[in-house]
């Protein structure tokens, strides 16, 4: 039996692509949504997995941060199914709740599916035996919280790192090499141009939100002038907010530049091969600039980047946020250049 765990839209949906690539029979997988707490993530995670049980797979969805007791409610109610899977298939290895999981899996097999662009950055952490930290923390002196979990962290960098003898496969469709004990394949979104499309598409430009103010990546400030200038420059009528941009920040991109803000259901690449779509999108730095090309390749439409400006970036975000950035935009692959705002 494979067993998968999922904490956002996107990773369930590239467990579909992965299952569907893998040619796993619907009975043969079981996704355990491990919720999370913010409503929109929420949502989405509800309307896709009305999707994958549609297609017949099992979903468990699990309240898994429903209060101190949770964690432990939730490994006593996943105890039987971790001990009877074959393969573990995960969509974060940053997150600890994961982490916990993986230490009760044993020596099984072990596939990480595409969680955009932090895929990258755990290849490349894996293969050093550094330790897991996301490209937007600043790492540095760990909290009470990450020195009480070190033994779990350690654990998993073990199961997650290279081994001849308990392989990692890595399911993305970001530009990741091979390494020794870690295989890639790539994720073409052949399951969602499959199952869905081709989408209606409409004349002008959609442009693509993100979250990297909320994650203190870039200034407010500079960000709502960017998409004021993207928008008078490409004649862009709809911004599609990504699930964790704020209530606020959207109210006011919306009041300057007058765009019609969409607060999707789903992921945006089931929302783009659905339709209707812009005959062109423009995104700042971000996993869609890999994966909406596939997703909608054959239908016509652009998808162009919009860089972020060394100025943008707050003083206090990770000194490897420029850079990882620069990685981001420069390895994706079918998309145009640039997309600059004035």
């Given amino acids: 039996m494979n067993l998968a765990f999922v904490e956002s839209p996107v990773q369930l949906l590239n467990t579909l692509e992965w299952a569907h690539a893998e040619g796993a029979s619907p009975d043969a997988l079981t996704v355990v949504v491990l919720s999370p707490t913010d409503p929109m993530s929420r949502g989405q995670l509800r309307r896709t997995a009305e999707l994958a049980r549609d297609e017949g797979y099992t979903v468990r969805w699990q309240e898994a941060r429903g209060g101190a007791s949770a964690p432990l409610r939730t490994v006593r109610d996943l105890g039987p199914l971790l001990r009877r899977a074959d393969r573990i298939v995960i969509g974060d290895p940053f997150s600890r709740y994961v982490q916990l999981l993986l230490t009760l899996t044993g020596g099984r097999e072990l596939t990480v599916v595409d969680d955009g662009t932090a895929t990258m950055e755990f290849v490349e952490q894996a293969v050093r035996g550094e330790r897991l930290v996301r490209w937007h923390r600043r790492g540095g002196r760990r909290g009470p919280r990450e020195l009480a979990l070190a033994p779990v962290t350690r654990a998993a960098r073990r199961r997650l790192g290279p081994s001849a003898d308990r392989p990692v496969e890595v399911f993305t469709s970001m530009p990741v090499d091979p390494a020794p004990g870690i295989t890639v394949r790539a994720n073409d979104y052949a399951w969602t141009r499959s199952r869905f499309g081709p989408p209606r598409i409409t004349r002008g430009a959609d442009l693509v939100g993100t979250s990297l103010v909320e994650t203190g990546v870039v200034e407010p400030e500079r960000y709502l002038d960017a998409v004021v200038s993207l928008t008078r420059a490409h004649g862009a009528t709809r911004y599609f907010a990504h699930r964790r941009e704020s209530p606020d920040k959207l109210r006011r991109l919306a009041a300057a530049t007058g765009l019609e803000v969409v607060r999707p259901d789903l992921p945006l690449e089931l929302i783009a091969r659905r339709g209707p779509i812009g005959e062109a999108v423009l995104s700042f730095p971000s996993t869609v600039l890999h994966t909406l090309p596939l997703a909608l390749a054959g239908t016509g439409v652009t998808v162009?980047?919009?860089?972020?400006?060394?100025?943008?970036?707050?003083?206090?975000?990770?000194?490897?946020?420029?850079?990882?950035?620069?990685?981001?935009?420069?390895?994706?692959?079918?998309?145009?250049?640039?997309?600059?705002?004035?």
């Fill in 304 to 342: 162009s980047v919009c860089d972020i400006a060394p100025e943008w970036l707050r003083a206090s975000a990770s000194p490897r946020a420029e850079g990882f950035l620069s990685v981001v935009t420069g390895s994706a692959r079918g998309v145009h250049r640039p997309a600059a705002p004035a």
